[in-house]
């Protein structure tokens, strides 16, 4: 078993960037090629902390425009969203938090390049103490074939959360199943940020370890989901653990530096396939203390 590695935001995980770098494409995006005929571009707009609601809201509309816009000028589809926004669960204006206002750019953003309606899977974090903290980034994969997405029958799907979420509800898929003839992770499930929530509750706040087991339970629920079974809620911990034991690639956003230590250990031993990379980030629910992502799939193509 792998000792799980650190990772530090805003980097796109090892899987979705492995064997390529970084090239400037247009003034405020970069972008790099994991495999044949996909992309993964990430747009940037500095001093985001320092942003008013209205600031905020607007640079996440203009960099979802440009990443919808330049994934459809290269007639590529968006198959997964990483989205890090500085101060995420801060006051801001009428809203509670921060991350509601980026709910609204972001919904706006998809609207003006013409994919309202569209569920892409995606995450959401804010990074405490990085040094490129200030900068909302945006990054993008995407590929020549649209994903199928998937929710968790143990979850209300994000974008038909009530107005305690927001005006503006998450526009985004728990996690979204490629192709089978995909050439770069062909037939991987997709799992977007996962959290110890049910329906549309966080459940045992303050709890650390009550919360991990809570969020491998969800990861197992939506695996089996995407590969259409169906694994009953309160099913027993060797029957997620089959489902668990697909993943190959996890990452996991951890709110308290100090338990990165305890996190990794303990979706180590869950997830015992996976290589497991964990993150200092702030979580878009203030009582959440980690959030997992992650792939499964049969093989990854090397890139």
């Known amino acids: 078993m792998e000792e799980p590695r650190r990772e530090h935001a805003p980097t796109p995980p090892a899987w979705a960037s492995r064997g390529a770098a970084w090239e400037s494409a247009f003034p405020g995006l970069r972008s790099l090629q994991p495999a044949p005929g996909h992309s993964l571009v990430e747009a940037v707009a500095p001093a985001a902390d320092t942003a008013d609601p209205a600031g905020l809201q607007d640079a996440t509309r203009l960099a979802y425009r440009r990443l919808l816009r330049r994934a459809a000028d290269a007639r590529l589809a968006p198959l997964r969203f990483w989205n890090y926004v500085p101060g995420i669960t801060e006051p801001a204006g009428d809203a509670a938090h921060r991350y509601m206002v980026f709910n609204a750019g972001r919904a706006a953003g998809m609207a003006e390049a013409g994919f309202a309606g569209r569920r892409v899977a995606a995450s959401a974090v804010g990074f405490p103490g990085d040094a490129d903290a200030p900068r909302l980034t945006v990054q993008m994969l ?152 992650g792939v499964s799939s049969e093989r990854l193509a090397e890139a």
């Open 142 to 293: 995407a590929g020549p074939a649209p994903a199928e997405p998937a929710e968790n029958p143990r979850q209300v799907p994000a974008w038909r959360y009530s107005d305690r979420f927001g005006d503006v509800p998450p526009a985004f898929a728990r996690a979204a199943r490629l192709p089978a003839s995909a050439g770069f992770l062909p037939g991987a499930l997709l799992l977007a940020g996962t959290a110890s929530v049910v329906g549309e509750e966080s459940l045992h706040p303050g709890d650390l370890a009550a919360q991990a087991a809570e969020t491998c339970t969800n990861l197992a629920v939506l695996l089996a989901a995407g590969a259409g079974r169906a694994l009953a809620p309160g099913a027993a911990g060797g029957e997620e653990d089959v489902h668990l034991a697909r993943l190959r690639d996890l990452r996991v956003y951890v709110k308290r530096a100090a338990d990165l230590p305890a996190v990794g250990r303990m979706l180590q031993a869950r997830c015992p396939a996976a290589s497991v990379s964990l993150m200092h980030a702030e979580i878009c629910r203030p009582e959440l203390l980690l959030e997992a992502e």
